[in-house]
């Protein structure tokens, strides 16, 4: 059985105990308080990414390597910075916050390509491509 349907399985049994009636208005208030900060608590999960500063092709990381977590504005991001000709030039990974996924934005004599994601734990992470 899923954690988050175990976790959530005392609250359901309470909100049936608060629309039976069996609580006074000060409980009631004070349940429906705490089911709303548990389903805020699950909507922004805390994810961890991979982190690393600078990364050359066909290397291991050189700056910057370890693990960071995103807080509830922040997402994992992996950036790609290209020559002009199209060839990779420079990696890095890490949090970032406001990230949005950008496409060959033209930065000096160089593209940049930008993913985002928080699906879960080390989305970021760099496969062979």
């Not at 349907?5 to 409980?27: A, T």
């Not at 916050?97 to 734990?121: E, G, H, M, P």
Request: some cysteine; glycine content about 6%.
């Amino acid at each position: 059985m899923d954690k988050p349907l175990l976790l959530g399985l005392p609250i359901l049994l309470c909100c049936f105990r608060v629309l039976s009636g069996s609580f006074s208005d000060q409980e009631q208030t004070t349940l429906l308080s705490l089911l709303f900060l548990y389903s805020l608590a699950q909507i922004i999960e805390i994810i961890q990414c991979r982190m690393c500063h600078v990364q050359f092709p066909g290397e291991k990381c050189s700056r910057g390597r370890g693990i960071c977590t995103a807080t509830a504005d922040e997402a994992c991001t992996i950036g790609r910075i290209f020559k002009n000709d199209g060839t990779l030039w420079l990696t890095f990974l890490g949090c970032l916050k406001n990230c949005a996924n950008v496409n060959r934005i033209k930065w000096n004599t160089y593209f940049v390509n930008l993913r985002c994601c928080r699906s879960d734990d080390l989305c970021n992470e760099l496969v062979d491509a």
